[in-house]
Nanobody
């Protein structure tokens, strides 16, 4: 099992950037986990934002964030990041870091993630 702790959320203005971090801990090597970032806005269902396979070779993005958000990982630091540029008010949500069971490839399906962090709030004002 892996424990995930997000950080880096906050209140920003439209057009600003933020970088979210997710620190992982546990016995299984972090490099075996495919990771994802998902978000949930008030009154809406949780949705996929970005995913990165354990091999680091494949990334996936929701259409709404393509070209603005980048997911990447540093296995030496057991950390996955979400760089968010050109933030818009519609990006306002609680952002969750999530992991799949070891060895599985990343997925865009919210239900495909097995381990979740507690979430970090991102608020973008217009």
């Amino acid at each position: 099992q892996v424990q995930l702790v997000e950080s880096g959320g906050g209140l920003v203005q439209a057009g600003d950037s933020l970088r979210l971090s997710c620190a992982a801990s546990g016995r299984t090597p972090f490099s075996t986990y495919s990771m994802g970032w998902l978000r949930q806005a008030p009154g809406k269902e949780r949705e996929f934002v970005a995913g990165l396979s354990w091999s680091g070779g494949s990334t996936y993005y929701a259409d709404s964030v393509k070209g603005r958000f980048t997911i990447f990982r540093d296995n030496a630091k057991n950390t996955v990041y979400l760089q968010m540029n050109s933030l818009q008010p519609e990006d306002t949500a609680v952002y969750y870091c999530a992991a799949r069971r070891p060895g599985l490839f990343a997925t865009t399906a919210v239900g495909g993630y097995n381990y979740w962090g507690q979430g970090t709030q991102v608020t973008v004002s217009s």
